[in-house]
């Protein structure tokens, strides 16, 4: 899922059209404040941001989704009409992945964000998460192991997903509650290990479980180390 921040209502329209048209799915932000509350949202994948933005910037919204650790590798790509150097320099200083220059048209929007995605995450290939014979597709929303599907809920796959988009990163109870559930559902902190050890049994069969592993004291990774 892709995050536009961007207070322009015709430009917001344009871009989620284009995506969509590709078949990416999109939500929309008008401002900075309204794009941080919706990061929080399961699936979001990467953020285009206006760099002009009502209150605050586009720029300062990237710098802060960089010193946050919960969301310091997710793609960024900057949209704005400032095309100098040293503005570029700037964005790319801070971390953003791309930069494209107003006025662009819908096919290099499109061109620059699969570009992105693939850059970004080099293991994904064809909206295909694969480790090993472990393959996630997310567009068929179906995990096949050995080329066999396995059946899984609808919180195992969002929990896979996260962990595997995220590959060696380590994330407490509180924040997987947040990016897998979201805030505005309450549950308890124990039932991340519920689904983590259904998650571990429907792996173990081909021996990917070991793959979910505990960090004792803190929470869980996805990891092949």
Known sequence: MILIVEDETDIRSMIKMALAREGFKCIEAEDAETAI???????????????????????????RIRLDDLYKKMPLIMLTARGEEHDKLRSFEIGIDDYITKPFSPRELVARVKAVKRRTNPDEENNKLVVGELCLDTGAQRLLIDKEEIHMGPTEYRLLEHLM?????????????????????????????????????????????????TVRGTGYRFSRA
């Open 165 to 213: 988009r995220n590959p060696d990163q380590v994330f407490t109870r509180e924040q997987l509650l947040d990016r897998v559930w979201g805030r505005d559902v309450y549950v308890e902190d124990r039932t991340v290990d519920v689904h983590v050890l259904r998650l571990r049994k429907l792996l173990s069969p081909k021996g990917y479980s070991k793959y979910v592993q």
């Open 37 to 63: 509350a919706h990061l929080d949202r399961p699936g979001i994948e990467l953020l285009l941001i206006d760099w002009m933005l009502p209150g605050m910037s586009g720029i300062e919204l990237a710098r």
